[in-house]
Every structure is written in structure tokens, then in C-alpha cells.
């Protein structure tokens, strides 16, 4: 195992500097043939997303878009996306990484200052779009981060730190997952599943109470809809580990969606393969649970009604518990929170209800 | 009880009547004096074929009293003949003037009004120096007997001419009010000056200043032809006096000879159509007769509508030269509308519209109107004008009240269709009035295509700009991508501008 994932992300980066390379040289060989450059790229609109139910994931479709230099309209982004590809190539090069709020601002050094955070956002998933690999790739990340406890034994391969080694239960408050574990190589680990939680109360809760001993399990903390690299980071646990991931959100539309996004990705990165794990599980909290359990609830609002009545008619949502869950919801209109178990005591989750669901998943 | 019936004289009339030449207070009074004396001036001038030269000196007549003026006008005209200077001067309805073709006044009765209004409030005579070029130069002082309307002549001289010098000098005393005449009499000179282009006028003021309105081009108007009256827009009094004068002994050669445009076929149509025998002697006609001829001249429609020979216009040109030179604008627009009468009196409109450059933004439309080559610049609001530039929708030209435009309208014509005695408003005829509203269409037209234009390449300017800010930035990031050197984008610039000059 050793070694794999620093040969693998050499050759990562290897590969996304030869293509920020070619992207280079064909628009500097349209501007000295006299042509104004252009682009083709896969289309990202709505109607050229499609689910992929062999990969279960969304994908782009066929539709492809040209953006000119010689169309005024084209020209400002286009100048952004080639400063975008510089720029990144320069991180990628030195080994640097960059938030998204970071890329915003150096624009400005270069005169071609973005209008808000939004747009260098955008010209950054272009960039994804045109190369076809992911902005951690090219080493920009966004500001927000997840955490990770359990037995776990890394290696860096960042620079400075190449050949350090860290074991995952070394914080109580866990490890974040930042540019530089997303990109160490995995050593070993005694775990043999992934919790992964929406929330930080229970994370913390769950490492007080030593889930990661009790039933093995490397935590994760996706801080509500989990960040991209978060998503790297659990499908490679799960890919190269060969652990199982579990779940855990709160009992409502949106907490559901967070365990759909891990599993099957998202319409907005269905230009980009590898961000998703589609063995994962969401193990609850279940709409099911909340009368099993006799959990403490609030009834739905209007937005959680409609945003249930997308997720219906959504394909990544057609699996059988998916579909009872939201049938369950809409009978019931309730809804709760992870830290709805409290009730019963602030142990009763660990000792009651995740044994019991572990068990029910076939472990 | 008994009423004592009293002939008054004409002077007499107007005397008493003062505000129907414009003198009805000391404000008014300075206004008119200096625009009666300086068109009387150019009408010597301008119509003889002379570029005019136009003194106007305005002076306190004593240090004590800001109210009394001594005014001082000098042209380099055709001069007045010695023997009718003080007819001319001093009389009522004694002019020069009394024919059919286009001229500035028509009754000579501005510059006898104010003679007659500097004497009866500083009672000092007028001082007339005129010559027409002859040996002599004469020299009168005169005043007016009111009563008779007749000159009374002071003193005579008459000096040698060695420079053969020709024009007239009128110098009189007046009571009014300068300061607050001053913004529309410098208005006035201003707008005079857009409309004789070709006019050098110079004014001192009281306080000394000196304003300069200097002549722009050396080419003058065409001058007019007189013309004979044209049938509808005779009337009574007018046939009266033609038959008086008349030596014609049949109605078909008084209707040739006397009446614009009518030859023999149309009078023969047209005394079958009014019932009146060819070979009537007009001497001879009937008080009931002629008003049954007059009656039947304005509803007989064969007659040609007249010609407008006996108009001058300034022409586009001219116009142009005269906006040009005084407001300064970045664009102009004239243009010279045809011929048209109304009531057989023949008229040209011509409108300019003007716009950017030194023209103000003003809270409303700024119109300059004009009158035979007078500007007028009272009672705006009463004129056709006014009415048909306020019911114009500017949007529809891409323009706003906010921007700066002026429009000119300016008519020419025999007979001037005034809404009053005071000669500041034009009526609102309908013939007239739509020949207005399409020349103003038609200019704002021009204007709206000239915006636009500069809109486009305004566009276009910035349009280039971004793309000489880009794709230098494109070329300079690719080739650091590609390790190469920057590949040069000259070539693709050249390309759109090549693109924008098509």
C-alpha cells in the first residue's frame, strides 16, 4: 500500500501540468496562424446533464460549447480561464495550493480582476471542464474543511513533509482534511468501516464515547454538505481500504441529500468523475426512525415539502429505501435532528441506536 | 350733453398707443429702441447688396440719471436721399417699404416710434447724418410735431463726403432701463447675428463693454423680387386702391396686370367663374361689385399659389454658417423647406436644430425663433412654434430635455402670420404650422442619425479597447503556458478595426 498514492499523485500531477501545458501551446499556435483562439468544451448546461445509472452518478452529455476570443461576450472569461490555467500551472509547479478566495484575489495582480468570488469560481469549474480533472488536481481547495479521527497511519507527500507520518487519532478534535492528507498516502489501519457524520456535536460525542474503538470505524465529519475534497478523501478510504462507509445526517430532505451527494455526486460537478462513492450507505437518521425510536420532532415546512417532491422525481433517488424514506416523510410531515437522541441520554445513540443500524446494514 | 369728435394724427395715434410698437414700459422701451434702429439698419444694408456694418452705442446722457440714454446707431447702408430724410424719420407710415416683397419692418413705423418716444420722455431731438454716397454728407436735427404728424427740422448741414461714404447715423436720447433690458437685448444681438451671418454688429454698453458679433462669410442672402399681390389675399381696401390706380380698361387685362400669377387663362376662368364680363371696365365696378370680386378671388382654387421670388431666405448655408458661429454646437442640422402660402401670402420656413458643443442643457427645450431674419425673443410660449417643439416627442430622435439642444425656426414671408400687434408670436396657421413641424421632423431626423453614429462608435471605441486589453493577456498566459514565446496579437487587432471602419 505504501508509496502507491504518492507514485499515484507524481503522476497526477504530472499529467495535469502536460495538460495546462497543451491548452497553452494550441491557443498560441491559433494566435500565430492569425486565428482568434477558441475553446470547445463539454457543455454544463441543464439540458446536457444526464444520469449515468451504470456509474451512478451524473454525467455530461455530448453537447459541447465554443467559446471565442473574437466574440467580445467570450473574451473577459476567456482571458480568465487561460489566466486560470497560468496560474494554477504555477501552483501546480511549485507545489503550492490556493483557496478559492485566494485565486480571486491574485487576479487582481494581473489586472483582470473578477467581479466577485462567484465568477473566478465559475472559470475555475471551465477549468475543471476543459482539462476534465478536478481543482484539488491543480491544487486549488475551498475554504471549508471536514475532520477525520480514527486508526489511520498517513504519509505525507506534500512538500516538507514527504515521508511524515501521522496517525489519525493523534487530535482529539481530529485531522482536517486539507490539500495535504487528501494527497498523503494511506499506510494502515486497524478500522474496517467509515462513519461518516453530518454533524460536529455527534462527531465529537462519537469520539468521546470511542466509536472509533467500540466498532472500529475511521470518523468522518463532513460539516453538512461535505466539501469536494471530503468526498475524495471517503471515496478513496473506501476504494483503497475497501471500507465500508456509513452515513449519518439529519432526518430530513436536506440531510438525505448529504449522504446522495457522497454517494452519487452532484448535477454541478458532472463534469468531473472519481468525486463519488457509490458503495456508501446513509445508515439514518432515517424518517422511519423518528416514530421507531420515538424521537423528538418538528413538523415539515413548505420548503421541505417541495424540495421532497424534487428529490421524488430525481433519478439518483430511485433505490427502494430512498424512495420508502421519502414516502415515510411525507406521510408522517416530520423531521429530526441527529441530536434528537439526547433525549434519552447523551449516550443513547452510541449505545443503543448504532449497534442496532450497524447490525440491521449487514455488518 | 355733446361729444366733441376729434381727428387725431397718426404720431398722434401711436403716441397714445405706444405699447403696439413695443414702448409700453422703460424696459421694453431700450429693448426696442436698439431692435428697430439695427434692423432698419440692416434693411439699408443687406438688401442693396452691402455686407452690413453695425455700430450701437449705448450711453448714460448724464452722470445723475441711470435712466436717460443717448443711443447710437451707425451703418455703412445705402444712405437715406437728403429730402426725405426727415419724412422718413420723423413721420408716421412714410416707408420705403410699402411693396410686396419680403423686408424686416413693413410700416417704417419701429424707428419713427422711437424717435417719437426718446423725444417725449428726455424732449430732445433725434440727430439723423446720412448720405448716399454722393459728394455731400447731411446732417439733420429734427424732432416730431405730434399733433400733425410732420418733421420739424431743427437745423440742416451738410458737409463735404470726401470718402464717399455711405450709411446713415441716428442719434437719439431715451429714458429706460438697461440693466434690466440687458439679457434680452444681448440675446437679442446674438440671435440677430445667427441670422446675418453676413452682418458685423458691435455694441458698447453704458458700462463700456464691448460685444462683437463678427461676420462669418462675405455671400448674402438672395435678395427679393417684388412681387403683385396674389388674388386670396386681397382684400377690400386693397382693391379699392389697385382700381384707383389702375389703367386698364378691361377686367381681363386688371386681372393680369395687377394680380400675382394670373394670366389669361385663369382670368377668363376666373371672371366666368365670379360673373363678371371680360371686357367690364374695373373704374367702373360697384361698391357691392367689388365685394362680390374680392369674395369670389378667395374661393376661386384655379389660381397658382405664389411664388416665393419675392421672399429671402437665408438658405441652409447661411443658416448654418450663423449657428455655427454663435452657438457653437458639435452638430448642426438645417434645413430649407419649400415654398408654400397660406392665404396667398407666400412663406419658406426654415429650421435648424443644433446640438453638444457650447449649447447649454436647459431646463426646457431651447428654441430660437425667428421672423423675417428678426429674432424673437418675447411671449416664447404663445408661438406656433412653441406649441408644435413641446408636442414633439424627442424620444422618438433619442433625445432628452436633459441634453443639449436648441432648435431654430425661422419663417420668411410678405405678410407674417402674428398672433398679436406686438410682433413677438407667430399664429398658428395650419399651412404654416405643419411646414414647421416637418422641418423640425426632418432635422431632429438628421440629429437622431448623428447620435446614433456617434453612439456606434463610441461603442465601437470601447468595444476595441477590450480586446486590446485581452488578447494581449491571452497571448502573454498561453505562451507561458506552452514555455513559448508571446505570439503577437497586431494582427488580430488590425483585423476588428478593419471590421469597425467598414
Keep these: 500500500m505504501k508509496g502507491s498514492s504518492a507514485v499515484k499523485s507524481r503522476d497526477k500531477r504530472r499529467d495535469v501540468l502536460l495538460r495546462l501545458e497543451s491548452f497553452g501551446r494550441e491557443l498560441c499556435e491559433q494566435i500565430e496562424k492569425g486565428y482568434f483562439p477558441q475553446i470547445t468544451m463539454p457543455s454544463r448546461s441543464i439540458e446536457n446533464i444526464f444520469y449515468n445509472p451504470d ?80 481543482r484539488e488536481d491543480f491544487n486549488v481547495f475551498p475554504e471549508e474543511s471536514s475532520a477525520v479521527f480514527g486508526d489511520l497511519t498517513i504519509e505525507y507527500t ?34 474496517d468501516k467509515v462513519i461518516a457524520i453530518e454533524k460536529g456535536g455527534l462527531f465529537t460525542r462519537f469520539i468521546e464515547e470511542r466509536v472509533h474503538e467500540k466498532f472500529n470505524s475511521i470518523l468522518v465529519f463532513l460539516r453538512g454538505q461535505a466539501p469536494r475534497s471530503t468526498r475524495y478523501f471517503i471515496r478513496r478510504l473506501n476504494q483503497e481500504l475497501g471500507l465500508p462507509v456509513y452515513i449519518f445526517t439529519d432526518a430530513d430532505p436536506w440531510g438525505m441529500h448529504i449522504a446522495m451527494v457522497i454517494i452519487s455526486g452532484s448535477a454541478n460537478a458532472a463534469h468531473v468523475k472519481e468525486l463519488t462513492t457509490p458503495d456508501a450507505k446513509w445508515a439514518g437518521v432515517w424518517a422511519s426512525d423518528i416514530a421507531n425510536y420515538k424521537l423528538p420532532s418538528d413538523k415539515l415546512d413548505d420548503i421541505d415539502i417541495k424540495r421532497l417532491h424534487e428529490l421524488m422525481r430525481d433519478p439518483r433517488y430511485k433505490g427502494d429505501i430512498w ?11 416530520r423531521k429530526c435532528e441527529l441530536e434528537a437522541f439526547s433525549r434519552y441520554g447523551l449516550t443513547h445513540i452510541v449505545d443503543k441506536y448504532l449497534p442496532q443500524r450497524l447490525k440491521e446494514m449487514g455488518e | 350733453m355733446s361729444q366733441v369728435f376729434q381727428e387725431i394724427s397718426p404720431a398722434d395715434f401711436f403716441y397714445r398707443n405706444r405699447e403696439i410698437a413695443g414702448f409700453a414700459n422703460p424696459v421694453r422701451a431700450i429693448f426696442s429702441a436698439i431692435r428697430e434702429l439695427i434692423e432698419n439698419s440692416l ?39 437728403a429730402d426725405f430724410v426727415p419724412l422718413a424719420f420723423c413721420q408716421f407710415l412714410f416707408s420705403s417699404k410699402y411693396k410686396l ?45 405730434v399733433e400733425r404728424n410732420r418733421p420739424i427740422i431743427l437745423d440742416r448741414r451738410i458737409r463735404e463726403n470726401e470718402n464717399k461714404w455711405h450709411g446713415t447715423i441716428v442719434e437719439l436720447c431715451i429714458e429706460g432701463d438697461y440693466y434690466k433690458a440687458m439679457p434680452k437685448i444681448l440675446e437679442y444681438l446674438k440671435q440677430t447675428a445667427i441670422v446675418n451671418p453676413y452682418a458685423n454688429i458691435t455694441f458698447v454698453d453704458p458700462r463700456g463693454r ?83 370680386l374680392v369674395q369670389a378671388m378667395k374661393n376661386f382654387d384655379e389660381f397658382l399659389p405664389p411664388d416665393a421670388s419675392c421672399l429671402s431666405p437665408l438658405g441652409e448655408n447661411l443658416l448654418r454658417a450663423g449657428v455655427l458661429k454663435e ?48 429674432p424673437l425673443v418675447y411671449d416664447e410660449s404663445g408661438d406656433v412654434s412653441w406649441k408644435i417643439v413641446k408636442s414633439i416627442n424627442w424620444r422618438n430622435y433619442g433625445l432628452a430635455l436633459n441634453m443639449p439642444f436648441a432648435v431654430l425656426v425661422h419663417i420668411c414671408s410678405t405678410k407674417i402670420p402674428w398672433k398679436t400687434v406686438g410682433k413677438e408670436m407667430v399664429a398658428d396657421r395650419p399651412e404654416v404650422s405643419r411646414e414647421i413641424l416637418n ?17 456606434r462608435a463610441k461603442r465601437e471605441k470601447v468595444r476595441l479597447s477590450i480586446f486590446a486589453k485581452y488578447l494581449p493577456k491571452i497571448a502573454e498566459f498561453s505562451a507561458k503556458l506552452a514555455g513559448k514565446e508571446t505570439p503577437s496579437v497586431d494582427e488580430l487587432l488590425r483585423r476588428l478595426r478593419r471590421l469597425e471602419g467598414e
Design chain 1, 55 to 134: 456509474l451512478r452518478q451524473y454525467v455530461l452529455g455530448n453537447k459541447t460549447v465554443k467559446r471565442s476570443a473574437g466574440n467580445i461576450r467570450h473574451l473577459r472569461p476567456f482571458t480568465h480561464l487561460v489566466w486560470m490555467a497560468y496560474f494554477t500551472h504555477e501552483l501546480t509547479t511549485s507545489q503550492k495550493t490556493s483557496t478559492l478566495r485566494d485565486v480571486f484575489y491574485s487576479a487582481q495582480a494581473y489586472d483582470i480582476s473578477f467581479q466577485d468570488q462567484d465568477e473566478s469560481d465559475s472559470i475555475i469549474t471551465d477549468l475543471e471542464t476543459v482539462l476534465g480533472c478536478t
Design chain 1, 158 to 191: 506534500v512538500p516538507n513533509y514527504e515521508g511524515k507520518r501521522l496517525n489519525l487519532t493523534s487530535h482529539p478534535d481530529g485531522v482536517m482534511i486539507g490539500p495535504a492528507l487528501t494527497s498523503a498516502d494511506f499506510i494502515e489501519t486497524s478500522a
Design chain 1, 323 to 333: 424512495q420508502r424514506e421519502i414516502n415515510v416523510f411525507m406521510k408522517n410531515q
Design chain 2, 43 to 81: 434693411d439699408a444694408s443687406e438688401p442693396q447688396g452691402i455686407l452690413p456694418n453695425i455700430y450701437v452705442r449705448l450711453s448714460f446722457m448724464n452722470e445723475k440719471n441711470e435712466n436717460l440714454y443717448v443711443l447710437r446707431v451707425e451703418d455703412n447702408g445705402s444712405g437715406i436721399p
Design chain 2, 101 to 145: 416683397k419680403q423686408s424686416r419692418g413693413t410700416f417704417g413705423l419701429g424707428g419713427t416710434m422711437t424717435i417719437l418716444y426718446g423725444q417725449i420722455t428726455t424732449n430732445k431731438p433725434v440727430k439723423v447724418i446720412s448720405s448716399t454716397g454722393t459728394s455731400k454728407i447731411y446732417e439733420y436735427t429734427l424732432m416730431i410735431d
Design chain 2, 210 to 292: 464691448l460685444y462683437m458679433f463678427e461676420r462669418v462669410t462675405t455671400v448674402l442672402p438672395p435678395q427679393p423680387r417684388e412681387t403683385l399681390p396674389h388674388p386670396h389675399g386681397i382684400d377690400v381696401e386693397t382693391m379699392y386702391r389697385i382700381i384707383r390706380v389702375t389703367n386698364c380698361r378691361t377686367m381681363l387685362d386688371f386681372m393680369q396686370k395687377h394680380f400675382h400669377r394670373v394670366g389669361k387663362r385663369i382670368a377668363r376662368n376666373f371672371l366666368k367663374f365670379a360673373g363678371f364680363p371680360e371686357d367690364a371696365d374695373p373704374k367702373k365696378l360697384k361698391p357691392e361689385e367689388i365685394v362680390n
Design chain 2, 327 to 374: 452657438l457653437e454646437p458639435e452638430f448642426v442640422a438645417v434645413s430649407q423647406r419649400k415654398p408654400s402660402a397660406y392665404s396667398g401670402h407666400p412663406f419658406i420656413i426654415e429650421v435648424g436644430i443644433a446640438y453638444g458643443g457650447k449649447i447649454p442643457v436647459s431646463e426646457d427645450i431651447l428654441l430660437y425663433r425667428f421672423a423675417n431674419k428678426i
Design chain 2, 439 to 455: 422641418g423640425i421632423r426632418e432635422v431632429a431626423r438628421q440629429l437622431s442619425i448623428y447620435l446614433s453614429r456617434k453612439e
